[in-house]
């Protein structure tokens, strides 16, 4: 990180307003440097060494920010698009300024744990395919699926452009009934990230998803209580479980 910082950049990065709100800020005397009121608000700080308050209150400074979100349906995991809702246009004006981008990709219609982050390094690591990050979505998929397709998903499948999938661990939770139109549920690991991984493992034995939701990602557990749509950051102990990812 930067030794120091212009201050205005600082505390919009902090919430306080847009460059020219937090000028204003200054000029009114409402922002402190280590005691002093501030004139210029382009003046360097270090977020770390300095005591920065804005109406008397101490500003506290984060460089990084980590948020766990219940993906819902029908939106883009990206940061713009051109036609659709994004994750981004769910994240409230708090976080506005951190420059958040999803970790990975969820489908459109997928539901379920994603993390978002200002983090690039730890995004690129997580990311990565040589560091094999176990992924675990549950599945409702149409008929019934069975242990041989289990033994396939252990041994690997070749999706329709002939990649041959890396094994990954079938759980079946219960078993459809076509007959009765009652999808099969179940949970799948995968251990990479394959455009559309899961729902093109299950085309390859001859199966569709008709619903699919995130459940964990590496150590990163999906917080039950995070409704659609909804966030929040990540604890201590989650952050160090995927620093500890990170560093395998
Ligand atoms: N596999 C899929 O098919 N879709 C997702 O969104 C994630 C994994």
Do not use: C, W
């Amino acid at each position: 990180m930067k030794e120091t910082q212009r201050l205005d950049k600082l505390l919009a990065h902090a919430g306080f307003g847009t460059r020219s709100g937090i000028k204003l800020l200054v000029k009114q005397g409402a922002v402190q440097v280590n005691g002093k009121t501030v004139k210029d608000s382009g003046m360097q700080v270090h977020p770390e060494k300095d005591e920065i308050l804005v109406d008397g209150e101490q500003v506290l400074h984060k460089e990084f920010v980590y948020l766990m979100m219940n993906k819902p349906p029908g939106v883009i995991s990206a940061t713009e698009d051109l036609r659709d809702r994004t994750v981004l246009d769910l994240i409230g004006p708090d976080y506005a300024h951190y420059d958040l981008f999803p970790v990975g990709r969820l489908d459109k219609d997928t539901e379920g744990l994603l993390l978002l982050t200002n983090d690039g390094k730890l995004a690129h690591e997580l990311l990565s395919p040589r560091k094999h990050v176990p992924k675990t979505y549950y599945a409702e998929v149409s008929g019934a699926v069975t242990e041989k397709d289990g033994e396939a998903f252990r041994r690997g499948v070749e999706l329709d452009d002939g990649y041959v999938t890396m094994p990954a661990e079938l759980q079946i939770l219960s078993t459809g009934d076509p007959e009765a139109g009652r999808p099969s549920k179940i949970e799948l690991t995968i251990m990479e990230g394959k455009f559309h991984q899961v729902k093109r493992m299950f085309e390859a034995v001859g199966k569709k998803v008709v619903y699919l939701k995130r459940m964990k990602m590496g150590p990163l557990l999906l917080d039950e209580y995070l409704a659609l749509g909804a966030y929040r950051e990540l604890t201590d102990d989650e952050l160090a479980g995927l620093r500890k990812e990170e560093k395998r």
